[in-house]
């Protein structure tokens, strides 16, 4: 800045104060201002259009929600299918979480220093590879007479036969599979930014492994296994891949053979092509999630309260 | 590590389950391969043997290559696009403070965080109204939305490790503010720029749930698999499975030498 002050012909100039800032900020606020808030307001918008004759027609209307809470546990059971998202959600966040954290701790605390980057990156490799076409492996190696099932067959096995596909077990282990690399990525950053000195002291000072992993470790992990399993639930929810093509549509689960919603509205879209009740139904899962993530937030807030 | 030492059966335990989480994780990749080049017409065992029939049915066949080939011209467009928006916007972030810069990241990282389902549902909305529906520019649109906050997030970890007196140096030299980008930071942020470009475009790359509202005729190749798959098992489609994957496979070496060294590399986050 002393710079400027020897050009006493220049007004004085920050690096804060500069047209690039404008400049720069713009395209990133143009492209998110069209192709997402839009987007966003619109879908909003049409769950309150009416159809006529195949055609979109804009209106101000409820008929669409009406209808939809109407038969909401009954006929359509999108109500149901809700339930059932929640439930396999919610299981999964908790198993994916669980899983993911104990390959993270292995990875952190069971692995030389210097072979860890490559241990993670292993890991977290099959992330890269294509969703759709990994949970088509998944469906050959569970279907009835798939890749394990054909194994447990030659070793004369075949009364222990798995019957997964097309259940929401099957559901799970698809999600389970994709959400397993994002979440060790995450939980393991976590776990390195525990100060090592803690735990050295918790060991000199007497506690056993056990004691030094729930007493600082797990403590000190907590927010990274909150943000893990907030955001396991978000994908879970939103997923419909993996309940159409490991769940078979209506998967089977302790609630009952229901689909999940996600698949619900896919399948529905593609049978009706009815944009405004697809866009209704979308509305009414950004509500569940919002309160599910609130509902998240206000425990976790009770839990650091009670602790602390 | 103190907490590393012999005689501890934690190191056992931990060694064993990384094994069975590995074995896990590459199960259905290991299956996809292996059956791509098996005359089986289910996958399953006994095995009967070695042919090459699911390539040759892939490529006399041509849908899945169409598909393919939609996927490699829209994928590096949005990764191109979205990664030149990130690197201006990282760049501002990275120097200016301004009103409302924590509202504004919060809302770049929101398609993110919102699911693809609900953003294909919006999407579909909007192009429709406006006669874009239907078309693979409509997924590049789409698809560069998506993939901007994560280009943003790498550029931004690397620009973060600038030194300011980087800038200042350049600028106190007689350059100017554009020359400066262009000739200090553009370089010096070039390795979080090549990571964000691969991060993107894998992301479009897999992308289904956006492209199959979107795409309509013209489907990506994540789309045109999911539409085989519904009609019926197809073994070409480990045959394509093994090409996306060495695809794969070849931009993961690349991110493996860029993108982890900046993740956990000892980042110095203060800007």
């Known amino acids: ?308 | 590590m103190a907490t590393v030492s012999k005689g501890n059966p934690w190191i056992f335990f931990g060694r064993l389950w990384l094994g069975i989480a590995y074995a896990f994780m590459f199960l259905p990749l290991a299956v996809l391969v292996l059956f791509s080049f098996q005359k089986n017409r289910f996958p399953g065992f006994p095995l009967q043997g070695f042919t090459l029939q699911w390539y040759d049915k892939l490529f006399s066949d041509g849908t899945l290559l169409n598909a393919l080939g939609n996927t490699m011209i829209v994928s590096p467009a949005a990764a191109t696009v979205a990664t030149a928006i990130a690197f201006f916007a990282a760049y501002a972030f990275n120097r200016f403070t301004f009103r409302g810069k924590t509202t504004f990241l919060a809302l770049v990282t929101l398609p993110i965080l919102i699911p693809p389902l609900i953003l294909g549902v919006g999407f579909l909305g909007l192009l429709a109204r406006i006669h874009l529906s239907g078309t693979l520019f409509a997924v590049f649109l789409t698809h560069v939305v998506l993939i901007t906050a994560p280009a943003l997030a790498i550029i931004q970890l690397r620009l973060a490790q600038m030194p300011a007196s980087l800038e200042e140096a350049a600028w106190d030299l007689g350059a100017t503010e554009w020359q400066t980008v262009v000739k200090v930071v553009l370089p010096f942020a070039m390795p979080g720029i090549f990571g964000a470009w691969l991060l993107a475009f894998t992301f479009s790359f897999d992308e289904f749930i956006i492209a199959w509202f979107v795409s309509g005729f013209q489907p990506t190749l994540p789309v045109a698999i999911y539409s085989v798959l519904v009609a019926a098992i197809d073994p070409s489609l480990n045959a394509i499975g093994t090409i996306v994957f060495g695809i794969s496979c070849l931009v993961l070496i690349g991110l493996e030498l860029v993108l982890l060294p900046l993740l956990i590399g000892k980042p110095e986050k203060q800007s």
């Open chain 1, 1 to 308: 800045m002393t710079t400027v002050e020897t050009s006493a012909t220049k007004p004085m100039r920050t690096p804060n104060d500069s047209p690039l800032k404008i400049w720069f900020l713009a395209p990133l606020a143009i492209w998110l201002t069209v192709f997402f808030l839009l987007p966003l307001i619109f879908l909003l918008w049409i769950g309150f259009w009416r159809v006529e004759n195949f055609q979109s027609v804009p209106d101000f209307s409820l008929g669409n929600y009406a209808d939809i809470f109407a038969s909401f546990f009954s006929k359509s059971r999108y109500g149901l299918a809700l339930i059932q998202s929640l439930w396999v959600a919610i299981t999964t966040a908790f198993f994916a979480t669980i899983l993911s954290y104990m390959v993270a701790l292995s990875i952190a605390f069971a692995v030389p220093a210097r072979w860890q980057r490559l241990a993670l990156l292993i890991a977290i490799a099959p992330f890269w590879s294509s969703y759709v076409l990994r949970l088509y492996s998944w469906q050959t190696i569970l279907s009835r007479n798939g890749v394990i099932n054909s194994v447990l067959k030659q070793f004369g096995l075949a009364d222990y036969r798995i019957d997964l596909i097309y259940t929401q077990i099957a559901t799970r282990i698809g999600l389970i599979h994709y959400l397993a690399p994002i979440l060790i990525v995450i939980l393991y950053v976590s776990i390195l930014a525990i100060d090592r000195v803690l735990i050295e002291a918790a060991r000199e000072l007497g506690c056993t492994r056990w004691q030094a992993f729930t007493r600082v470790i797990l403590p000190l992990s907590r927010f990274g296994l909150m943000t893990a399993a907030s955001f396991a639930i978000i994908v879970s929810l939103g997923d419909a891949l993996s309940g159409n093509l490991l769940g078979g549509g209506a998967g089977t689960s302790i609630i009952g053979k229901l689909p999940t919603y996600a698949s619900m509205i896919m399948s529905d879209y593609s049978s009706s092509t009815n944009l405004p009740r697809t866009s209704a139904l979308a509305t009414i899962l950004i509500v569940v999630m919002v309160l599910a993530l609130a509902a998240g937030f206000v425990a976790a807030d009770r839990a650091r309260r009670r602790t602390s």
